[in-house]
């Protein structure tokens, strides 16, 4: 007599414990097919989580950076986009006049921003008045040489000092201009690159325009009455509150949400057709096998159940390999490229092992609902 899934004969006793684990037993008869079905989910749970740390990523290391500057208030055009590093030179510096007039402003910088790409990787730039700059927040940390002045100088963070290995005296290379290394400043404020504000202005034929302010008010409790009367007062721009910019460089990023919704169900739709094939195979080899559980009075509940039960572990195998998977290849793509941002979150973390484990249920349903629809008789006689 055969039982189950072997083809081996054995006692009842010994029938009943292989009845027990018929979904385990056979994911390690059939180990290659499980191999691939489980690197199979593994793949969508690792797409899924280091395309969205990518994204998520970059979007927030630029969001804090802008928050760790200390300032309350960045003043834009009202249809600039919140992403600070696509944009230049788009407003007049002589509204720093009228917007310092605001009540309740204590300090206003102005900023133009560019973004320079340095052996592949894209790199946010500053040009900064170095002195209102530290006065509507909280210092620039120079950690090493001194704060820039005046001509082709520039101020580096650590981070990209240590990633391209530069230190003061060295010079880089920018808009066609070798421009010295005077400072090494500590990481996570602002840009990556700072210079003085008319020498990034004349280096983009930009003389006047700043892309943004950052503005200090005079206490905590007027940031909000403040931002709304710079608005009201000088037209055509708009005021963010610093404190909440995360959130809301996430919210009017054009795409991003729909990237992460699409890349989420991409890997649902992987898991469901991964577990979907596998199982239908499995059904398919099987036909044989579940005509005799039927015979030996096996309820549909359980052949489904047990079909059922095996996609899961699958599905599960798969997102723990999955996270492995996710962490390895962080790890390798920011030994290469260091200044790259990748964030896997736990929530992400969870929501990746949900799609996974979901998409590979939702593809056992057919087969599982195949397999108590099969006649024994007929299933018997399957060759």
Not at 43 to 58: D, E, F, P, V, Y
Not at 92 to 103: D, G, H, M, T
Not at 248 to 268: D, F, K, P, Q, Y
Not at 290 to 312: D, P, Q, R, T
Request: net charge neutral.
């Amino acid at each position: 007599m055969t039982i189950g899934w072997s083809h081996t004969p054995c006692s009842p006793l010994a029938a009943r414990h292989v009845m027990a684990n018929l979904p385990l037993s056979n994911i390690l008869q059939r180990r290659v097919r499980s191999l691939i079905s489980i690197l199979a989910v593994a793949l969508g749970i690792t797409m899924l989580l280091i395309l969205i740390g990518m994204a998520k990523g970059t979007v927030n290391d630029t969001a804090r950076r802008i928050e760790n500057i200390g300032a309350d208030i960045l003043v834009q055009r009202a249809d600039s986009s919140v992403f600070l590093g696509l944009k230049s030179g788009v407003i007049p510096i002589k509204l720093q006049e009228k917007i310092q007039a605001v009540p309740g402003v204590k300090a206003v910088t102005p900023v133009i921003t560019w973004t320079a790409s340095i052996q592949g990787s894209i790199n946010l730039v500053y040009g900064i008045q170095p002195e209102s700059f530290n006065q509507v927040g909280n210092h620039l940390e120079i950690l090493k040489g001194r704060m820039v002045q005046q001509g082709e100088e520039i101020v580096v963070d650590s981070r990209l000092a240590e990633a391209h290995h530069l230190d003061v005296g060295s010079t880089l290379d920018l808009l066609g201009t070798s421009y010295t290394i005077v400072g090494i400043s500590k990481a996570g404020v602002g840009a990556r690159i700072f210079m003085p504000l008319e020498t990034l202005q004349k280096a983009m034929d930009e003389e006047g325009r700043v892309s943004l302010f950052f503005v200090k008010a005079e206490s905590l409790s007027q940031i909000k009455q403040v931002a709304n009367e710079i608005e009201q007062q000088v037209k055509g721009l708009k005021a963010y509150i610093l404190e909440t910019f995360v959130e809301t460089m996430m919210e009017n990023i054009v795409g991003l949400n729909e990237l992460l919704m699409g890349i989420t169900s991409a890997t649902l739709f992987i898991s469901f057709l991964v577990i979907l094939l596998a199982m239908y195979t499995t059904i398919l080899e099987r036909t044989r096998e579940i005509g005799i559980l039927k015979a030996m009075g096996a309820s549909k509940g359980f052949i489904m159940g047990n079909i059922i039960l095996e996609s899961v572990l699958l599905c599960v195998a798969g997102v723990l390999v999955g996270y492995g998977l996710a962490f390895a290849a962080k790890k390798i793509i920011q030994t290469f490229y260091p200044l790259l941002n990748i964030e896997i979150t736990l929530s992400w973390i969870l929501i990746s092992g949900l799609v996974g484990t979901l998409g590979g249920l939702l593809g056992s349903f057919y087969p599982a609902f195949r397999a108590v629809k099969l006649d024994p008789i007929v299933a018997l006689r399957y060759e």
